[in-house]
């Protein structure tokens, strides 16, 4: 299947919501006027694309109108992508470079998927034939380490891991010089979901960086953070304080598939300058793509 396909089946929640909503308000006259611009708006804020996004989209659209004239259905569609498109950006993708370690932190709050995407990163590479290491930096729970092992077993990719309730700083310092000693390409380090309010928690994420940063001064390393697509604006607060304890490289937006709120994409993207590198669509492992905005717009609107 290609990316296409890949998009529009686990954006489909959010294309019917989207794309119908938009065939459907302009179905009667087959072009926008004013009340039917105000209902278009309010269509992308349901879609979450987020308040401040959807005014700038929706203005666009009414200057366009103004100066053209054109208020067609097609006219609109192509406004809002374009709009869509320069909101998002260009596409940005996590970057691994050969003959270096490449160090990627997975990092975000309770339930996102981190542990589900550093196993599908894992696959990702193994198949492109890189030598990789998991580490299993949330040592919060056993299960955690359990299901990131687990993730080991069907890869084949060994997991550094300590006991349940230890440092998870040592056991980032033990990954790294792991991988370092064994000439890895990629080291996946997997931490516990930990909210954005509680300082402490965010404080040990800084120390996990730091410790990173010290030992492998010249790895690539790259903080990803996971955010679930499904918690709608509460994703948009999660990147702008996580981005404050870590140095985001990006974003990946997991549960695409799972609701009608696949905006939030362009709420994050809006507000926040990480870009957004992949796109959880599913729970298996081939779910995992990387973000592209035109193909992520060309799967929400309407055919124009
Ligand atoms: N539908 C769907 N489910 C996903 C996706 N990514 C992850 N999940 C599911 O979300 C749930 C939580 O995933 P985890 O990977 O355990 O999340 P986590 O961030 O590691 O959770 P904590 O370690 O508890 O903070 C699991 O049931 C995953 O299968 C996705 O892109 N789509
Ligand atoms: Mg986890």
């Given at each position: 299947m290609g990316i296409f396909d890949v998009f529009k089946r686990g954006l489909a929640k959010t294309r019917n919501f989207v794309a119908e909503g938009i065939t459907k308000i302009s179905a009667s006259m087959g072009h926008f006027d004013e009340d039917m611009l105000d209902d278009m708006e309010a269509l992308l804020v349901q879609a979450d694309c987020g308040v401040g996004a959807s005014l700038a989209i929706m203005d666009e659209v009414r200057e366009s109108i103004k100066k053209t004239g054109d208020d067609s259905k097609a006219a609109v569609v192509h406004v809002v992508s374009d709009k869509m498109l320069e909101i998002l950006g260009e596409k940005k993708t996590l970057n691994i470079e050969d003959n270096n370690l490449n160090i990627i932190l997975?990092?975000?709050?309770?339930?996102?998927?981190?542990?589900?995407?550093?196993?599908?990163?894992?696959?990702?590479?193994?198949?492109?034939?890189k030598k990789v290491m998991l580490a299993a930096a949330d040592t919060f729970r056993a299960a955690a380490i359990e299901q990131l092992a687990a993730w080991g077993e069907m890869t084949d990719t060994h997991v550094i891991s300590h006991e349940e309730g230890?440092?998870?700083?040592?056991?980032?310092?033990?990954?790294?010089?792991?991988?370092i000693a064994k000439r890895a390409d990629v080291l996946i380090i997997d931490t516990a979901g930990r909210l954005h309010n509680k300082q402490n928690l965010m404080d040990e994420l800084s120390k996990i960086c730091r410790v990173i940063e010290r030992e492998a001064p010249s790895a690539n390393t790259q903080a990803l953070l996971i955010i679930d697509a499904t918690t709608g604006q509460n994703a948009?607060?999660?990147?702008?304080?996580?981005?404050?304890a870590v140095k985001l490289s990006g974003i990946g937006i997991t549960k695409l598939d799972g609701s009608a709120k696949g905006g939030v994409a362009i709420a994050v993207a809006?507000?926040?300058k990480a870009p957004i590198f992949l796109a959880g669509l599913g729970e298996s492992a081939e779910d995992l793509v990387d973000f592209d905005p035109q193909i992520f717009v060309d799967s929400l609107l309407p055919n124009h």
């Open positions: 997975m990092v975000g709050v309770n339930g996102t998927g981190k542990t589900t995407t550093a196993g599908k990163l894992c696959l990702r590479y193994k198949k492109m034939g230890s440092d998870p700083a040592a056991v980032c310092y033990d990954a790294v010089h792991s991988a948009v607060i999660q990147a702008e304080v996580f981005s404050k809006y507000s926040t």
